[in-house]
């Protein structure tokens, strides 16, 4: 079972970065896709951005030029650079992967504690 952990959350202020990383337990490579997510108290889970095994990567509009999904293969990890954070980007985040199809929507079996972002007004 690939295990994956995400780490580098915090507190910034509104038009502040953080850079949230995701170690995998195996090369990224070999995870045909991983998604970062986010999930704001009381709301669903929510795609934010994907990288596939390929390294084609996709994001949700709300974070589109803002924010940028990358991998260091050296270190088994997929980073999230959030830039120009807004407060509605509050949320935790949480990294997971499997099949493309499935990371696009969510369809995954197992999740862990996330790390938690919080933007300030």
């Known amino acids: 079972q690939v295990q994956l952990v995400e780490s580098g959350g915090g507190l910034v202020q509104t038009g502040g970065s953080l850079r949230l990383s995701c170690a995998a337990s195996v090369s990224t490579f070999s995870i045909a896709a991983i998604g970062w997510y986010c999930q704001a108290p009381g709301k669903e889970r929510e795609l934010v951005a994907i990288?596939?095994?390929?390294?084609?990567?996709e994001y949700a509009d709300s974070v589109k030029g803002r924010f940028t999904i990358s991998r260091d293969n050296a270190k088994n990890t997929i980073y999230l650079q959030m830039n120009s954070l807004k407060p509605e980007d509050t949320a935790i985040y949480y990294c997971?992967?499997?099949?493309?199809?499935?990371?696009?929507?969510?369809?995954?079996?197992?999740w862990g504690q996330g790390t938690q972002v919080t933007v300030s007004s």
């Open positions: 990288i596939t095994a390929s390294s084609s990567t």
């Open positions: 997971n992967g499997g099949t493309y199809y499935n990371v696009l929507k969510g369809d995954l079996y197992s």
